[in-house]
């Protein structure tokens, strides 16, 4: 396997210059809704509805896969199935980490260390090739923009990249109605890929809701 899906999010979503994160929060969905996808397709974990279930725990030869693998074991607790929504939320904050730091051991990125104000220390994690970026751009502006047949993988990271509004970070300088209405035909009919979006889109609303609340309440 190449650079999962989770990774390519994750590397879209680099600063080239910086190495931080653009749009953390919504990237941390979809990378948590990646991994997941993933599992899906290796047949490790079935998405049916609201809810999935662990049905296959042999390793994929994934370190990234394997190990998310291991933590939804724990995590299922015994039991048949659990809400989607509630393993993005629990997987969200993390799994940016976990591929960024799959990303380095591959040494697609490199990890830099400094302090802010020289007291806090601050990680950064510029690209060191960025072979693996451009050639994941052009795969994705040949589907989406150029209107070629995608395979499955490109059509999965694409509705992904929909379902988390992720249209600027991958497509820049592009104007997002050019482009939205073709990751939305491609992310139909992607039963997988639905499921999972639709979670990601869920757990969207409600951050906006919560967003919503917190800022009526200070008001």
């Known amino acids: ?109 490199v990890e830099e260390r400094r302090k802010a104000l020289g007291v806090f220390p601050v990680r950064r994690y510029p690209e060191a090739d960025g072979t693996a970026e451009r050639e994941l751009r052009e795969r994705l502006a040949s589907a989406v923009i150029d209107g070629a047949e995608p395979d499955e993988r490109t059509a999965s990271l694409v509705a992904l990249i929909h379902a988390a509004g992720l249209q600027a970070l991958a497509f820049p300088g592009t104007p997002r109605k050019e482009v939205e209405a073709r990751t939305a035909e491609m992310a139909e009919g992607q039963w997988a890929a639905e499921s999972v979006r639709a979670a990601i889109r869920d757990m969207r609303l409600a951050m906006a809701a919560v967003t919503a609340a917190t800022v009526v309440t200070v008001t």
């Open 1 to 109: 396997m190449g650079i999962t899906l989770a990774e390519e999010i994750t590397l879209l979503s680099l600063d080239d210059e910086s190495g931080s994160v653009k749009q953390r929060q919504s990237v941390g969905w979809a990378v948590a809704g990646a991994l997941l996808l993933e599992l899906v397709l290796a047949e490790r974990v079935r998405v049916s509805g609201k809810y999935l279930e662990l049905v296959d725990t042999s390793p994929t030869g994934e370190e990234l896969l394997d190990g998310r693998t291991e933590s939804i074991r724990a995590w299922m607790g015994g039991r048949s199935k659990r809400r989607v929504t509630d393993w993005l939320t629990k997987d969200q904050a993390k799994a940016i980490g976990a591929a960024v730091e799959r990303l380095s051991g591959r040494g697609v990125v």
